[in-house]
């Protein structure tokens, strides 16, 4: 009897840590950048896509997508989204090479990382869940 609460127990508890870890999450970002930064801004994320697809997390890993010309929203034009199937699945993705890390950095020091500071009311940045029906 010992033996199979115990094995009911570990069973349980190995369940619980699997299904934490698989919960989809993503990273929404909503934001502006100026049209003289869009081309410096476009190539800082292809560069990043191509590092992570070279570490092996998949193509096209940040989606960037914009408005159209015509549309007449006067804020949060771009939005970026990305994917991860765990917290721990997040972390490898921002700590990736040294190499990745001086591009951020490099990032985070220019004219760009101005957009995306968390609080900046020109960027809306959330990590969301999704809930099961």
């Known amino acids: 009897m010992k033996k199979t609460t115990l094995f009911s127990l570990c069973l349980l508890a190995f369940i619980s840590i699997v299904f934490a870890q698989n919960q989809e999450r993503l990273s929404v970002h909503y934001f502006d950048v100026p049209d003289e930064l869009v081309e410096e801004f476009l190539v800082f994320n292809k560069t990043r896509n191509l590092m992570l697809e070279e ?9 960037l997508y914009r408005v159209t010309a ?38 985070w020091d220019s004219e760009l990382g101005n957009i995306f500071t968390m609080d900046n009311k020109g960027h809306v940045y959330r990590k969301v869940y999704r809930i099961e029906d």
Do not use: C, P
């Not at 997390?57 to 989606?63: E, I, R």
């Open 70 to 107: 015509s549309d007449e929203a006067s804020q949060y034009r771009y939005f970026m989204i990305s994917q991860y199937t765990s917290d721990k699945h997040y972390e490898m993705t921002h700590n990736v090479s040294e190499a990745y890390q001086k591009l951020n950095d490099s990032f």
């Open 55 to 63: 570490a092996g997390f998949g193509k096209d890993f940040y989606k």
